[in-house]
């Protein structure tokens, strides 16, 4: 059964930092690319971040760029989300999902987080930034 599980999720002080992991399994994550998103309460469910297959390109939207970073683990068959300095506006609850068709740098961020374009998510790990 192919599936991704997230986990690392928690509660964190503003300025803090979590490390959130996405384990595949059922799949090798060298043939896909992975994508981030998270949903705020009362909010949709936005993209924040995606890591190609083929080169390893790492895309970001602009309100993590700089603070989060994307990366993969291979004999893991893990992807990660380092994130850093992070504000009570980042309090979500964050997925992880696969993109088989891989992105590439012409892509606007609604056409690279397309929802239709993953097929595969996890069930979400709650952050939560607060004193």
């Known amino acids: 059964q192919e599936q991704l599980v997230e986990s690392g999720g928690g509660l964190v002080q503003p300025g803090g930092s979590l490390r959130l992991s996405c384990a595949a399994s059922?799949?090798?994550?060298?043939?896909?690319?992975i994508g981030w998103f998270r949903q705020a309460p009362g909010k949709e469910r936005e993209g924040i971040s995606c890591?190609?297959?083929?080169?390893?390109?790492?895309y970001y939207v602009d309100s993590v760029k700089g603070r989060f970073t994307v990366s993969i683990n291979s004999d893991k068959n893990t992807v990660f989300l380092e994130m850093n300095s992070l504000k009570p506006e980042d309090t979500a609850v964050y997925y992880c999902?696969?993109?088989?068709?891989?992105?590439?740098?012409?892509?606007?961020?609604?056409?690279?987080?397309?929802?239709?374009?993953?097929?595969?998510w996890g069930q979400g790990t709650q952050v939560t930034v607060s004193s």
């Open positions: 059922g799949f090798t994550l060298d043939y896909y690319s």
């Open positions: 890591i190609s297959d083929s080169d390893g390109s790492k």
């Open positions: 999902a696969r993109r088989p068709r891989d992105p590439n740098p012409r892509l606007r961020d609604s056409e690279l987080y397309d929802e239709s374009e993953f097929d595969i």
